[in-house]
């Protein structure tokens, strides 16, 4: 009997193996690469996906804001789950923690595949008439600046990179790229294309999409990071100075960049849409990481959620008080629209103790802040892209689109190049321009009652100290500021370092030549034989 059953089991094993494809049957109701990029519409639906992945956790949801936020000298986190508040202190050690490195590097490739599928296959679809065909094309040039995008951030944070340009499968094993390389083959060549591709502007539904000013801005910025401040000028100036000035401006209102009333606004350049649809679906899993792959996924930004009060949000991340403390230091012109000569950039951006003392009329946040004043216990805490202007407690899905690029941002980053390029006069132009936004209303940098900031004026060094701090309190807390200590060199000194230390304590765990960029997601390094983990980790 033994025998028998042997028998039949190699025979068995033996038709399997001669006939293995008669297991690999296709589902005629599951779209393949070869049967789906056909049409406009598997185009459109193609972006879609790729769009999508910016409403997750691994991208503009949640976890970049410890890095870019948290880690900076602007803020910290106290969080009681240790291991997530050692992750913006530099003290790593599980590599592989979710809340890490690990989602954003994760998220952020998840969206290069979805963006290297529209970019290889869209091309390929024939338009039905030339409207349609333009279409197509500047489907793929959204799909090229969101790729160029993903890589920047990713190298920012990480440097050494896999590199993924075509439609990719599970168990190939990338070459690896340093950052001229991705800068020169990826990144610039996307944007360029992007550039050429992408309308002006959109109108209607399709507002809020990438224009060719998000293409303009973002290549400004990653020539800005190579200190080429040549090229980076040429491409902020059609912001600025060029054709599309016309579609760009300030808003009067500092406030009207961080609600959901206001959004894809004359300042925004580049803008995450968030909505609170389908909030249930994230309510059934409590909020939890686990329903990232599920239909109907919430698209609420929650980033609120983590940075509110205790007793309100979980309040894994605060501001540093030097921040109140600066916006404090210059006083307004008399004729400030809050009815004090405190900068309305404060009440803003910040939750601190004494905020309905310094601002005795203010009437943006009536009605549920005073619910959270309770929750503050001498604290301060973000109230930038916060949602108490219009909720009692916050949430895992908040609608307010977060604004990547600002053209306050913009017009400072083109005030920074022209200094680079000894045409001081004209940086500080711009710097006023951005003090001078009627709710902020500050004096030009030459009039200033504080001596050191009309000093700043007077030559390039103490200028470029002052553009700085002008960055930190228009920008404050908008995931910028890594970003541009990275650019400044104060991450690659010990003078640097020490600077950052007088703000931000945390600072003296910082290890020069490391600490720079993240450690790598270890599983991707024992996974990739080309891939090694960055220096000294």
């Known amino acids: 009997m033994i025998k028998k059953i042997i028998l039949l089991t190699v025979l068995i094993a033996g038709l399997m193996a001669c006939s293995e494809d008669i297991l690999d049957v296709e589902n005629p109701n599951v779209p393949t690469e070869a049967t789906f990029w056909k049409t406009l519409d598997d185009a459109q639906m193609g972006l879609t ?110 440097e050494n990179l896999p590199i993924v340009t075509e439609p990719s499968s599970a168990g190939d094993n990338y ?31 399709d507002k809020g999409r990438i224009t060719k000013g998000a293409a303009y801005a973002l290549l400004g910025k990653v020539y800005m990071q190579r200190h080429m401040w040549q090229q980076a000028r040429d491409a902020f100036e059609w912001l600025v100075e060029g054709e599309g000035a016309v579609y760009y401006g300030l808003m009067d209102n500092y406030f009207d960049n961080f ?52 007793g309100i949000g979980w309040s894994d991340g605060q501001p540093r008080p030097w921040l109140v403390e600066e916006y404090k230091r210059e006083p307004t012109l008399n004729n400030s629209v809050n009815g004090t000569t405190i900068d309305d950039r404060l009440r803003v951006s910040i939750i601190y103790p004494e905020i309905f003392e310094d601002f005795p009329n203010e009437t943006l946040f009536a009605g549920t802040i005073t619910k959270w004043r309770f929750n503050w216990f001498g604290d301060s805490f973000f109230r930038k ?62 009039n200033s009652t504080v001596p050191e900031i009309a000093a700043s004026v007077n ?21 910028v500021r890594w970003i541009d200590l990275r ?18 304590p945390d600072f003296e765990n910082f290890e020069l030549g490391k600490h720079h960029i993240l450690p790598l997601p270890q599983f991707e390094v024992d996974n990739n034989p080309n891939l090694d983990q960055n220096p000294d980790y």
């Open 259 to 310: 609600t959901h009333l206001n959004e894809n606004n004359m300042e925004s350049v580049f803008e995450i849409q968030f909505s609170d649809v389908n909030e249930t679906e994230m309510d059934r899993n409590n909020g939890s990481d686990v329903d990232d792959n599920v239909p109907e996924m919430a698209l609420g930004n929650t980033r609120s959620q983590f940075f509110a009060p205790k």
């Open 459 to 479: 030559s390039k060094e103490a200028f470029l100290k002052r553009l700085q701090m002008e960055r930190a309190l228009e920008l404050s807390l908008e995931s």
């Open 49 to 158: 996906a790729v769009y999508s992945q910016f409403t997750r956790v691994g991208n503009w949801s949640r976890w970049i804001y410890f890095r870019y936020d948290l880690t900076s000298d602007m803020a910290y986190s106290a969080s009681p789950w240790s291991e997530l508040a050692d992750w913006t202190h530099f003290n790593y050690t599980n590599y592989n923690f979710i809340q890490g490195g690990h989602t954003i590097f994760k998220g952020h490739y998840k969206q290069i595949f979805q963006c290297n599928q529209v970019i290889a296959y869209v091309p390929d679809i024939v338009g039905e008439n030339e409207q349609e065909q333009e279409a197509l094309d500047m489907i793929v040039a959204q799909a090229k600046f969101i790729r160029a995008f993903d890589y920047f951030n990713l190298l920012v944070l990480f």
């Open 487 to 504: 650019r400044w060199g104060l991450l690659e000194t010990q003078a640097g370092i020490d600077e950052l230390i007088a703000r931000d």
């Open 385 to 446: 892209y916060g949602d108490d202007y219009f909720k009692a407690r916050t949430d895992y899905y908040s609608p307010i689109n977060y604004r990547v690029i600002r053209y306050a941002d913009i017009l400072l980053c083109y005030a920074e190049c022209l200094e680079e390029l000894d045409q001081l006069p004209a940086a500080i132009g711009y710097v006023d321009m951005v003090r001078q936004r009627p709710s902020t209303n500050l004096p030009a940098l030459e």
């Open 175 to 205: 070459e690896v790229g340093d950052p001229n390389y991705i800068y020169d083959e990826i990144i610039i060549p996307d944007l360029e294309a992007a550039i050429a591709g992408l309308p002006e502007e959109w109108t209607g539904s």
